[in-house]
């Protein structure tokens, strides 16, 4: 692992319960102030691949490495949890309180903050997001786009040094996915970012890579 790597993957395997096997050894590495793409058909295992650095789901082999320590058991993915922060594809599967604002405090709550703090950490991300007003919106009652930002939103109070994003731009319009690629642009956090939109992963990514046939290669 090279001093630079903020994730380290190596012959990495997982299968669905179903027994559909869709990462087959898959290598990859993140570097700080990377964007790294990873791009691919769907249903190459994109997700699970993210999901795997998370601890989320247990691949069958292999090693992953994030931020210097190797993650296997799931105390050893706990300890680094809090420093990674995983937008989910599917925006429903992040918001889960009543409110914007009690989302978006979640995790700076759970991370030790006090009520206050984790209060003007969650109206400061919504500002820098463009969603002034939006703390007291009932979150089911949300646009698609909106529940998006979000959902962004809910990580990036948590400040994380490594940001997962899986398709951002899902349900996003022209001009607030020009917003969120300002956004991205302007963060120092090395990021891996899955997404089928070219145009946006263009203005981005600073490295791509493919996966195909469970594993990785030069896009």
């Known amino acids: 692992m090279s001093a ?3 994730i380290t ?17 898959v290598d990859l590495y993140l570097r700080t102030g990377e964007r790294l793409a990873l791009i691919g058909a769907n ?11 998370m601890g989320l789901v247990t691949a069958e082999n292999g090693e992953i490495a994030i931020l210097g320590s190797r993650c296997e058991t799931e105390s050893e993915f706990c300890a680094v949890r809090g420093r990674v922060g995983l937008l989910f594809q599917d925006s429903d599967d992040q918001l889960f309180c009543p409110t914007v604002l009690e989302d978006v405090m979640f995790g700076p709550l759970n991370l030790g903050q006090s009520r206050d703090d984790a209060r003007k950490i969650a109206m400061q991300t919504l500002a820098d997001l463009g969603l002034d007003g939006f703390e ?18 809910t990580v990036l109070a948590m400040s994380p040094e490594i940001l997962l994003l899986d398709e951002p731009t899902n349900g996003l319009d022209a001009d607030v996915e020009q917003l969120l690629i300002a956004i991205l642009r302007s963060l120092s956090q090395a990021m891996v970012i899955i997404s089928h939109d070219h145009l946006f992963l263009d203005q981005v990514a600073t490295r791509s890579v493919r996966l195909q046939d469970g594993v990785i290669s030069k896009a």
Do not use: M
């Open 4 to 6: 630079a790597d903020l």
């Open 43 to 53: 249903g190459a295992g994109k997700s699970s691949l993210l999901h795997c650095l």
């Open 136 to 153: 007291t919106r009932i979150t089911y009652q949300l646009s698609g786009g909106e529940k998006r930002l979000v959902a962004l939103a």
């Open 9 to 25: 993957v190596k012959n990495l395997h997982f299968t669905f319960p179903t027994g559909r096997k869709v990462l087959n050894g």
